[in-house]
């Protein structure tokens, strides 16, 4: 079992930037697949960005690429999203998941979630 908690939303002006953290319980956490994915207002949840177990491959949405990145600390047990050119269309709720495995970009294919946090971008 794996629990997830999300940290780091807010409010930023348009060209700002956010770092998003997911601190994960257990001591498996290196074995699993790590991926953000977002839920904008009346829009389906849609993946974002994922991390390898060991850090060294990433995978990114083309509507992020280039201006976010993931990382994670496995001895801290925590996933980053550093997210930089913040766009009013990257407003969501923001989830970090947790898929033990093979690299997935699918939703459905998680097998843990957090409970999200709120990322509000101005214009």
């Known amino acids: 079992q794996v629990q997830l908690v999300e940290s780091g939303g807010g409010l930023v002006q348009a060209g700002g930037s956010l770092r998003l953290s997911c601190a994960a319980s257990?001591?498996?956490?290196?074995?699993?697949?790590m991926d953000w994915f977002r839920q904008a207002p009346g829009k389906e949840r849609e993946f974002v960005a994922a991390?390898?177990?060991?850090?060294?491959?990433?995978y990114y949405a083309d509507s992020v690429k280039g201006r976010f990145t993931i990382s994670r600390d496995n001895a801290k047990n925590t996933v980053y999203l550093q997210m930089n050119s913040l766009k009013p269309e990257d407003t969501a709720v923001y989830y970090c998941?947790?898929?033990?495995?093979?690299?997935?970009?699918?939703?459905?294919?998680?097998?843990?979630w957090g409970k999200g946090t709120l990322v509000t971008v101005s214009s």
């Open positions: 998941a947790a898929r033990s495995g093979t690299v997935s970009t699918a939703r459905d294919d998680m097998h843990y």
């Open positions: 257990g001591r498996t956490f290196s074995t699993y697949y």
């Open positions: 991390v390898s177990q060991s850090g060294g491959t990433t």
